[in-house]
């Protein structure tokens, strides 16, 4: 008698190609890194924001022919926009009163806490102004001056 066998796949065949395809996918997603990868967008963003604001003072002073009265030589954060107290840090608020220089005060993509932004703005004596983000990710520094 001749006997007929059935197209199909036996269990460790099956196994076995499930078993390959959890390896391969693992292999990928530990050469892509995600969290190194979303560290990287993030301090992307961080540095679209710190020029955000050099820009909007530098355009401020080149208008009013004067720095905003906040920004002092000392490394301080900026407040967010509409906060309810800026005790203890620059208050940004000229620049955006008539949207005029910026909608609102950048804040940094981790969400900064309380009423600051999570940027740091101060000047030198001679007036060159220097905006950094502290909480950069990846040992990387985020620094602009101008």
Same mark, same amino acid.
């Given at each position: 008698? &001749?006997k007929?066998? =059935?197209?199909g796949?036996?269990l460790?065949?099956i196994?076995?190609?499930?078993?390959i395809?959890?390896?391969? +996918?693992a292999?990928?997603i530990?050469?892509? &890194? #995600?969290g190194?990868?979303?560290a990287? =967008?993030? $301090?992307?963003?961080?540095?679209? &924001?710190? $020029? !955000?604001?050099?820009n909007?003072?530098?355009?401020?002073?080149i208008? /009013?022919?004067?720095? #905003? +009265?906040?920004i002092?030589?000392t #490394?301080?954060?900026?407040? /967010?926009?509409?906060?309810?107290?800026?005790?203890?840090?620059?208050d940004?608020s000229?620049?955006? =009163?008539?949207?005029?220089?910026?909608?609102?005060?950048?804040t940094?993509?981790?969400?900064?806490?309380?009423?600051?932004?999570?940027?740091?703005?101060? /000047? !030198?004596?001679?007036?060159?102004v220097?905006v !950094?983000? #502290?909480d950069?990710?990846?040992?990387?520094?985020?620094q602009v001056t101008r």
């Open positions: 008698m &001749n007929v066998r =059935s197209g796949f036996t460790l065949e196994l076995l190609v499930i078993a395809i959890a390896i391969l +996918a292999i990928v530990i050469a892509i &890194n #995600p190194r990868q979303l990287q =967008s993030r $301090n992307a963003q961080r540095w679209t &924001n710190v $020029n !955000t604001v050099l909007a003072v530098y355009q401020y002073n208008d /009013k022919g004067t720095l #905003p +009265a906040a002092t030589t #490394p301080t954060e900026i407040c /967010k926009t509409g906060s309810a107290s800026c005790t203890g840090l620059v940004l000229v620049l955006t =009163s008539s949207e005029t220089y910026l909608v609102s005060i950048p940094d993509p981790t969400g900064a806490s309380g009423s600051g932004a999570g940027y740091e703005i101060y /000047k !030198t004596a001679t007036s060159r220097t !950094t983000a #502290p950069a990710e990846l040992s990387e520094t985020i």
